[in-house]
Nanobody, 121 residues
Framework: VQLQASGGGLVQAGGSLRLSCEAS????????VGWFRQAPGKEREFVLA???????WYGDSAKGRFTIARDNAKNTVYLQMNRLKPDDTAVYYC????????????????WGQGTLVTVSS
């Protein structure tokens, strides 16, 4: 599976962005897809994940502001980010796999290249 993350950019605080994670491969629908982010000088952080059965898991930073959805017909998972804050500035990565712990980056098998989100104050 190859993943391509896109949709990042510069946005003002309070604004919204939608990131996309497009996958190649016929078995994409069977994978859990997670979004992680990494800010400069910080550890990679779990944001959200969606399972093959549309179960969702939220990291603390995403609760109440971000949502995740998948369109298996398009082999794409979307991360909708609302009410963005400067602290959301990071490179956002999507990953796919069959993790037993959704927030554990090491349990994902496939990673996209990342897309940069910059939130200005």
């Amino acid at each position: 599976v190859q993943l391509q993350a896109s949709g990042g950019g510069l946005v003002q605080a309070g604004g919204s962005l939608r990131l996309s994670c497009e996958a190649s491969g016929r078995t994409f629908s069977s994978y859990t897809v997670g979004w992680f982010r990494q800010a400069p000088g910080k550890e990679r952080e779990f944001v959200l994940a969606i399972s093959s059965t549309d179960g969702t898991w939220y990291g603390d930073s995403a609760k109440g502001r971000f949502t995740i959805a998948r369109d298996n017909a398009k082999n794409t998972v979307y991360l909708q980010m609302n009410r963005l804050k400067p602290d959301d500035t990071a490179v956002y990565y999507c990953a796919a796999g069959a993790p037993s712990m959704m927030a554990a980056a090491l349990e994902y098998d496939y990673w996209g290249q990342g897309t940069l989100v910059t939130v200005s104050s």
